[in-house]
């Protein structure tokens, strides 16, 4: 079985980020990138199922910019097989996405595709949801396991509000990682060099027949107000006064 991985370039998940002066967005220039910490779930996943010999071949793909071969070559050190590039610099939004992951897997045919749940700069958790609709494909979002039976069924364990859901699908199908669902590895250096080597092929939306032209616009960025400093209270009575006439929460 070949594995689709889809990975997104973000601002690294421990740096502060910083609304534009203008307000149209968040600065990005200068600023230390990385993969989506789901889209590092997601490999990892796909690594594990290859090493079982559940898969033969694991292709991952990033949107975007030229600078997302970088995040290519980041699952190619971790153990995926080769990169397909999308390459273009408009801004792409979750159904553009969807759509130029459904050209790729029209082209490359595998039986898995598995995704991050969501990626940590825009919060959409959409793209997974779409992308199983425009294939026709089944879906199992927020996985914490995942159980390949066979070639035509796969067991898969969903995170959901009331605690866990097992779900049992059949291939080929979308999924959707959550953060039980594994540990991400640390590329060693000699897979870093060897990744190096790997293939990346590198395509264009026009290529692929998909136009990604944003559908929504971002009218305002700002910033979330900064809290107050907290008060220390003597006494139950306090604390209820305090939550009453002037936070007026009770």
Known sequence: MKVLVAVKRV?????????????????????????????????????????????TEIVAVSLGNAQCAETIRTALAMG????????????LQPLAVAKL???????????????????IDDDANQTGQM????????????????????NSTATVTREVDGGLETVEVKTPFVMTTDLRLNEPRYASLPNIMKAKKKPIDALTPE???????????????????????????????????KLKNEAKVI
């Not at 459904?102 to 749940?117: C, H, R, S």
């Not at 992308?131 to 066979?150: H, Y």
């Not at 009218?219 to 006494?235: N, Y």
């Open 101 to 119: 992951l459904k050209a790729v897997v029209d082209k490359e045919q595998p039986g898995l595709v598995i995704l991050g749940k969501q990626a």
């Open 207 to 241: 290529q692929l027949g998909v136009d990604p032209s944003p559908r929504l616009k971002t009218l305002k960025v700002t910033e979330p107000p900064k809290r107050s400093a907290g008060i220390k209270v003597k006494s139950v009575a306090e604390l209820v006064d």
């Open 11 to 55: 601002i690294d998940a421990n740096v502060k980020v910083r609304v534009k002066a203008d307000g149209t967005g968040v600065e990005t220039q200068n600023v230390k990138m990385s993969m989506n910490p789901f889209c590092e779930i997601a490999t990892e996943e796909a690594v594990r199922l290859k090493e079982a010999g559940k898969v």
């Open 80 to 91: 995926a097989d080769r990169g397909v590039h999308v390459q273009t610099d408009v801004e």
């Open 131 to 150: 992308l199983s609709a425009l294939l026709g494909w089944p879906q199992a979002t927020f996985a914490s396991k995942l159980v390949l039976n066979d």
